[in-house]
């Protein structure tokens, strides 16, 4: 996101009320109306979590006490990956109320309420916003909407986000469901069906026209089901829901287990099948004449091959879950697609047929190659309630060592040193299976490794992140007199640095010492507007950062400032000043500080942001947002670093 598209986002809107409860009793009501996508926290956050949502109430004067403490409704409570640990919090609304009890004539009371919010990709930094309650003795209820809008004197013209990021995962998210139906079709329970079905529409059609039609309209059934079984998962559980159960323990640790029972069957221990009986009223219907009967075909398919497709079908919309809103549909679109797709073709064109290859051993060798990627996929889901509960029992040595060891055992299957149930004798190792060896002996060899700290970018997104390991700087890796090479190259750290773990980036979190450093070594300055509660900073730290050629800038060609703009430590006293932005108000915390700063001097609010500016305080280039293609953010880097001076 480039700086023109910078903006002020303002998505809580805050209303009152007041409820008489008696002559001197009386509720005092607040009311958030939360944006779609956002979500506030709850007033009981624990320790070093976000900011929890708090109400101040000015009883200075006397005029009334409280009772009790504000209440709140129920909201959402989850285990969330960023924090590791439970936190509530609420969506679309959420109503607060506080019981008072007024000891004279008072009419109005004020106070203010502070909070944070955050959507998927990013928190806004704290706000406090003033409420007032109007109290009248002949009242039922008195309703205030507009006392408290935020204070903010910068406002943007532009709404909304871009789809850009959104419409990339479905994409991505088809293309693997595609490749998934691909596999699913080359399995013992699918890919014999296709010269018998394609033979039978061909036999039983008037001409070649009509069986045309016939099988494409059995390949539009396949794909009518399979859609309408990720219609049905996206809703009955809600597409906010299934988004919400990715980051939740037990879902996680659910599909962990249903992964390895759909491995362990695929390897060839047990057969899951649906009930027979559904198979054969299926297969009834199925020889009723028309388009009826065609769909009913389909159908018997789906079930029959369930024992096949159904570890596959049931993995792809796990992890198409875990996606949210429409990624279900748009996963078994892609599935269904693959499958069906065949049929059709073949159809047209029966003469390919010929160029089929038999059935035999190899179809349960795709179907075993499969059970190996199930097991893998099963431990991620186990990682991530891991890293939840905090529990540091599959740390990211002992995940890489669990794959490595199930990748090695794939490769002595394929080069023929391991043989299961249902294998066919091996005479001997073909060109396939010995280049599909060789390819996976190669990723195993590729992981190894990772053991001693290396990044392991083609498959980042898999194990835990370095931090989360037992060696955050590599096993066997020791820094001599508590330092590193990245330390000794600037020798003694500077006043208010420290290094970046695991990559030892010399990094301030003062603005002026970051500042002073730089003009003192004479480079560009780079600003990373960023937050404990944001889940994009994160992801940039830990995909983009680490990339060779960007790391390199980082550590040798800026001075990196990271300004937290929800650090909620106190400013000293002399730093205490009155706020720009809200008339009366104190900048009393160090975020508070930073955040007042990019709000101002970039009319920006949300994090990452990230900024390159000379010794002058001067934009050297404009500054980006979450950038996730690295290219693109290298581009930004040396394009603006050429230009200082």
């Not at 928190?123 to 006392?147: Q, R």
């Not at 430590?569 to 932005?581: F, H, Q």
Request: include cysteine.
């Amino acid at each position: 996101m480039w700086f023109g598209q910078a903006q002020i986002f303002n998505p809580v809107k805050w209303s009152t009320s007041v409820e008489k409860i008696s002559d001197t009793e009386y509720k005092l009501i607040s009311i958030a109306s939360i944006e779609s996508g956002w979500h506030l926290y709850s007033q009981d956050v624990p320790k070093d979590g976000p900011l929890p949502t708090s109400f101040t109430y000015d009883d200075n004067n006397g005029a009334f006490k409280i009772i009790g403490n504000t209440s709140e409704e129920e909201g959402h409570t989850i285990n969330d990956p960023v924090f590791k640990m439970k936190i509530k919090f609420f969506e679309n609304n959420a109503v607060f109320e506080q019981l008072i009890e007024v000891l004279g004539d008072k009419t109005t009371i004020n106070a203010f309420v502070e909070f944070m919010v955050c959507d998927d990709e990013k928190c806004l930094p704290p706000t406090e916003v003033d409420l007032v309650f109007h109290l009248s003795k002949n009242m039922n209820s008195a309703i205030s909407d507009d006392a408290s809008e935020t204070k903010i004197s910068i406002v943007s013209k532009n709404e909304g986000t871009s789809p850009k990021e959104s419409k990339r995962g479905l994409w991505i998210i088809f293309f693997i469901a595609f490749l998934s139906g691909f596999a699913a079709l080359i399995t013992p329970c699918v890919f014999p069906m296709i010269p018998l079905t394609v033979s039978f529409f061909t036999k039983q059609s008037k001409n070649k026209a009509q069986g045309i039609r016939n099988a494409i309209f059995y390949g539009v059934s396949i794909i009518v089901i399979y859609v309408l079984l990720g219609t049905a998962i996206t809703g009955i559980f809600g597409a906010d829901a299934l988004n919400r159960l990715a980051t939740n323990v037990w879902f996680n640790i659910i599909f962990f287990l249903l992964l390895v029972v759909f491995a362990v069957s695929f390897l060839g221990a047990f057969e899951i099948t649906l009930p027979q009986s559904w198979a054969n009223k299926v297969d009834a219907q199925s020889n009723k004449s028309g388009l009826i009967g065609i769909f009913f075909m389909a159908l018997a398919l789906a079930i029959v091959s369930f024992s096949c497709t159904g570890p596959i079908v049931g993995t792809l919309l796990v992890e198409a879950a875990s996606k949210g809103g429409t990624a279900p549909i748009v996963g078994m679109l892609g599935f269904s697609l693959a499958i069906a797709l065949p049929f059709a073709l073949f159809a047209m064109f029966p003469g390919w047929m010929n160029s089929l290859p038999k059935s035999g051993g190899w179809l349960n060798t795709v179907k075993v190659v499969l059970g190996f990627l199930e097991l893998a996929l099963a431990f991620k889901f186990l990682s991530q309630a891991d890293l939840v509960l905090q529990l540091h029992f599959l740390e990211r040595e002992v995940f890489l060592a669990i794959w490595i060891a199930i990748f090695g055992a794939l490769a002595f299957y394929l080069f023929g040193k391991i043989q299961l149930p249902h294998d066919s004798p091996l005479t001997h190792i073909s060109v396939g299976r010995l280049s599909m060896g060789l390819i996976v002996l190669s990723f195993t060899i590729y992981m190894i490794p990772g053991l001693w700290g290396a990044p392991l970018n083609l498959i980042s997104a898999f194990p835990p992140p370095q931090e989360y390991s037992e060696s955050p700087y590599g096993v066997g890796f020791t820094k001599m007199g508590g330092g590193s090479e990245s330390a000794d190259a600037h020798g003694d750290l500077p006043e208010g640095a420290h290094l970046l773990a695991p990559h030892d980036i010399l990094a301030f979190n003062n603005y002026y010492k970051g500042l002073a450093y730089a003009k003192e070594v004479g480079k560009p300055v780079m600003i990373d507007f960023t937050g404990w509660a944001c889940v994009n900073c994160r992801k940039m730290e830990q995909n983009v950062w680490p990339k060779e050629k960007i790391l390199n800038i980082l550590k040798n060609d800026v001075v990196l400032i990271s300004l937290y703009v929800d650090d909620k430590r106190k400013l000293e006293a002399d730093d205490i000043v009155d706020s720009k932005l809200k008339q009366g108000k104190k900048l009393k915390y160090i975020g508070q500080k930073w955040s007042e700063l990019q709000t101002i001097k970039y009319k920006a609010n949300s994090q990452p942001f990230y900024v390159l500016m000379d010794h002058n305080e001067d934009n050297l280039i404009d500054p980006v947002a979450y950038t996730p293609d690295a290219d693109e953010y290298y581009n930004w880097l040396k394009e603006g670093i050429s230009k200082f001076k």
